[in-house]
């Protein structure tokens, strides 16, 4: 009982191939992998698996305090469920980049990407970032380029430089990131469109734009950026602030009203979630089948 259609192969093959055309690829943000089913069925391009979500989904700071196994399980769950690429944040790469390609490539995402920010990090939107040398950083590259076993698997290295050395380090950062062999450019709190601009004109290869709302960067329309020459685009918080704003307004009206009777319109609905994780499908007799299919998050695709 498969009910995706793609292998992690496939699904990585696919996602290189689209990142070739002029389109813009889009990847919301998956807080869980209900959310991921919800983010295909709507039609968007890949799923994308926030460091920062993860460390909120916790109850903890985005300070580098999750570790590998926490969210390397967490983003193999949110990739199985889906036919779509999932690329998820190592941060600054747990401590070990061999080990952390390893295990992220087996769990079956499509791609990784990896700051340049010391150990104790903070949110890319936030001030008073620390960087490890340009040097340190290379050799981080070199060493996940090396450990991958999949050619396609994406290896994204991602700069805080623009907030902390300005933009023109950061376009020697990532030249330097590029002939260090990484796939795609992550260039973090870039302010606006001349920045989103000299970016692309200074670089050759896959760029990644991050439209995280209530940062540094303007918030930039698919349109813009498809003319700005970037290649993918990511939602890092957007649903997780969604459900969350949601969840805190209908819990006060409940604590309020003693009641659920005035928020029952803005909840999705039974037969709407039985839709969306395929009820029927599982509605099974073969009890040993299913549970195979529930273990296979646990093997590599």
């Not at 769950?77 to 190592?90: E, G, K």
């Not at 260090?180 to 670089?203: C, H, Q």
Request: charged share 30%.
């Amino acid at each position: 009982m498969h009910f995706t259609k793609k292998t992690v192969v496939e699904k990585r093959s696919d996602l290189i191939k689209k990142l070739q055309s002029k389109k813009l690829l889009r990847f919301p943000g998956a807080y869980n992998p209900l959310c991921a089913k919800l983010i295909a069925e709507i039609g968007f391009d890949g799923v994308y698996v926030s460091g920062g979500v993860m460390s909120n989904d916790l109850g903890l700071p985005d300070i580098g305090l999750t570790s590998l196994e926490q969210v390397s399980y967490r983003s193999s769950q949110i990739a199985r469920v889906t036919d779509l690429p999932t690329i998820v944040d190592i941060d600054t790469g747990f401590g070990d980049c061999k080990k952390t390609i390893e295990v992220f490539e087996n769990k079956g995402l499509a791609g990784c990407h990896l700051e340049d920010q010391v150990a104790e990090k903070r949110c890319g939107h936030l001030d008073n970032k620390e960087l490890i040398s340009k040097e340190e950083m290379i050799k981080k590259i070199q060493e996940c380029v090396k450990s991958r076993k999949d050619k396609n698997f994406l290896i994204i290295a991602r700069t805080d430089a623009n907030t902390v050395e300005g933009l023109d380090k950061t376009i020697d950062r990532i030249k330097s990131y590029e002939s260090a062999g990484a796939d795609m450019i992550f260039p973090e709190a870039l302010k606006d469109e001349s920045d989103f601009e000299k970016v692309r004109k200074n670089t050759n290869g896959f760029l990644l734009a991050n439209m995280t709302e209530f940062g540094k960067s303007k918030l930039l329309d698919k349109k813009q950026l498809e003319n700005l020459g970037y290649n993918l685009v990511i939602y890092p918080v957007t649903t997780q602030r969604l459900a969350m704003k949601s969840a805190e307004d209908g819990l006060k009206s409940i604590f309020k009203d003693g009641h659920q009777n005035n928020i029952i319109d803005k909840m999705q609905t039974r037969k709407r979630l039985y839709e969306l994780v395929e009820y029927e499908k599982y509605n099974t007799p073969d009890k040993k089948k299913l549970q195979i299919f529930l273990l296979r998050d646990t093997n590599n695709e």
